[in-house]
Each structure stands twice: as structure tokens, then as C-alpha cells.
Nanobody, 121 residues
């Protein structure tokens, strides 16, 4: 059973920082792309940042220069360092991982349960 567990969410004031972590556990042969998404009330879920297995990154324009995504393949963990937080960053943040469980299995996407990030004025 593959499981993604997010941690690090919380309540901060404008300008504060948070570091989100997503640990992937279970039967894993290889982790491919990983990413962070967020969804605010009344809005669509959007990609915040993504990272390939090789370390290539992509960011939403709204977070460029403020957020940094990274991963530790040895720990099957992806991180999102969020600095200079703004109220508009308030949302539930979801971790996503594409992985294969064995050498003959095709890639499949998995989602975490989400962690709440709230930025107050």
C-alpha cells in the first residue's frame, strides 16, 4: 500500500515561512515526478511546483522567487520551502507523486490527504 503523508502546514503571518514535507511509503520501485498543488475555497486546484526525478523544477508564476521545491530520493520525500508568505497563499496543499511499484508496473499517480496553510494579514 502506497501512502503519502504531508506535514508542516500551519498558521503564519504575512511574511512568514513554512516548510512542507511529503513522505512516500509503501511498495515503491521508483519515484518519478513529484509536485505540490494547492486549492483555495471556490478555486480550482493548481500546480504550485513540480520536480522531476533528476531535479528539474517548474513553478507557478505566483510563487516564483518565494517557494523552493526539493526532494531527497533516498528518503522518498519531497519538500516545499515557502518564504515571504502572503494571504493569497492560503489553501490546502496537496502532495502528488508519480511512481511505479515494481519493474513491470506502469507509472501511477498518488495523492496525499492535504495540509492546511493559512496566512493571516
Amino acid at each position: 500500500q502506497v501512502q503519502l503523508v504531508e506535514s508542516g502546514g500551519g498558521l503564519v503571518h504575512t511574511g512568514g515561512s513554512l516548510r512542507l514535507s511529503c513522505a512516500v511509503s509503501g511498495s515503491i520501485f521508483r519515484l518519478n515526478d513529484m509536485g505540490w498543488y494547492r486549492q483555495a475555497p471556490g478555486k480550482l486546484r493548481e500546480l504550485v511546483a513540480a520536480i522531476t526525478r533528476g531535479g528539474g523544477t517548474n513553478y507557478a508564476d505566483s510563487v516564483k522567487g518565494r517557494f523552493t521545491i526539493s526532494r531527497d530520493n533516498a528518503k522518498n520525500t519531497v519538500y516545499l520551502q515557502m518564504n515571504s508568505l502572503k494571504p493569497e497563499d492560503t489553501a490546502v496543499y496537496y502532495c502528488n507523486a508519480e511512481l511505479i511499484v515494481d519493474v513491470v508496473t506502469t507509472p501511477k499517480g498518488y495523492w496525499g490527504q492535504g495540509t492546511q496553510v493559512t496566512v493571516s494579514s
